[in-house]
């Protein structure tokens, strides 16, 4: 494989880059702790205020974009407006993260305690925005990364705590017990986002460790392609060779931020 370098797009500044998603012909991102949307289309970025925080972003079969609140999944448009669906049962301290949606249009999350205790993350579900989530996996650290395989038939998660990729037979609204693919031995940083290449390869964001890394369908490490930015975030594919790459400036330093200038920029990735 030829050597892939990770390319500065635009320097949004971010707090925390989550969630990015390509949507009708542009990039929707979220800054959760602003809280603001940013959306990158004919080399322009856009940031746009939001009420909330929303903490990740997944797309509709019929193209509209929804996302996860504190409590509950919404709908979200370019405006920055948010309309928010039924509240999740959830635990005290906790708070909805990063999403999914499966082939049939049902919505998934992860759910993590607000102060990273072990064991308080879960998986909720709920078939439409408009219908109650309910719990269907407990025991997790912090689910990040989440995606359907193209079937539909498992459901891969990241759980940053416990540093492990995990994969969960699903079956409808049920999920079944996860075996581990990878516990990232010997790779800099933690897992956070993940999305799925054409070839059925895993592509994961490095928090921590400067880079995002490929993944065989087994776990097995294909490549990794460095990021000049500690903390990556989360990433999506434009096309099957082209990867947009959020990144994060979260709990860094001064000195970090100025030996690292684009913390909190959107990259791209050529494969």
Known sequence: M???????????????????LWSRGR????????????????????????EKPVWSLAGLPGGDVCGTLDGAF??????????????????????FNDMTVDPGGGLWAGVMHRGVLAARGAIFHAPSLDEAPRAVAAGLGVPNGMKFSSD???????????????AYPARGAELGEPVI????LGIPGKPDG??????GTFWVAMWGGSCVVQLASDGAVLREVGV???????????TPDKLFV???????????LAENPGSGALFEIHL
Request: proline share 6%.
């Open 181 to 184: 693919i990878s516990d990232f």
């Open 246 to 256: 959020t990144t994060s400036r979260m709990r860094l330093s001064a000195r970090a």
């Open 152 to 166: 539909g038939s498992r459901l891969y998660v990241v759980d940053t705590l416990m540093r492990t990729l995990l």
């Open 228 to 238: 000049p930015a500690p903390h990556v975030s989360s990433l999506c594919f434009l």
């Open 2 to 20: 030829g050597k892939s370098v990770a390319h500065l797009v635009c320097n949004a500044g971010a707090m925390i880059g989550e969630s990015p």
């Open 74 to 95: 919404c709908a979200v448009d370019a405006t920055g407006a948010v309309r928010a669906g039924a509240g999740a049962p959830l635990d005290a301290g906790c708070r």
């Open 27 to 50: 990039l929707l991102w979220t800054d959760p702790l602003a809280p603001r949307l940013l959306i990158y289309s004919d080399d322009a970025l856009r940031l746009v205020p939001m």
């Open 194 to 199: 993940m999305t799925l290449g054409s070839d």
